[in-house]
């Protein structure tokens, strides 16, 4: 209490990233790229694409493969947003009750 600086904490090593950040991280971009490529119904599924990278030589676990693929997925998919328009030319749109 007495101190003039408050103690903090010091890292006593620095924090551990998942392996993906050793160069797979673009490789599965490159999948996904292709993946996207496809029909939809030949499409690989995240757990296929991590079996891909443990062929290639990913020792890590599934979990930043999927949240990665996700992440993409959801950047693919764009907002989300939609215009719909609120004025309508006579007839166009109905209300019934």
């Known amino acids: 209490m007495k101190d003039e600086i408050p103690p903090s904490y010091q890292r006593q090593a620095p924090a551990v990233r998942h ?3 050793n160069g797979f991280d673009l490789r599965l971009q490159e999948l996904f790229v292709q993946v996207m490529k496809r ?5 690989r599924t995240a757990q296929k694409l991590y ?3 443990v062929v290639e030589g990913y020792t890590g676990s599934y979990s930043p493969v999927q949240r990665v693929v996700r992440d993409l997925t959801q950047a693919e998919a764009g ?3 939609a215009f719909i328009p609120l004025h309508f030319g006579a007839g166009d749109a109905l209300q019934f009750d």
């Open 51 to 53: 079996k891909q990278l």
């Open 39 to 43: 029909p939809r119904h030949e499409r």
């Open 79 to 81: 907002s989300g947003d």
């Open 19 to 21: 392996k993906l950040c």
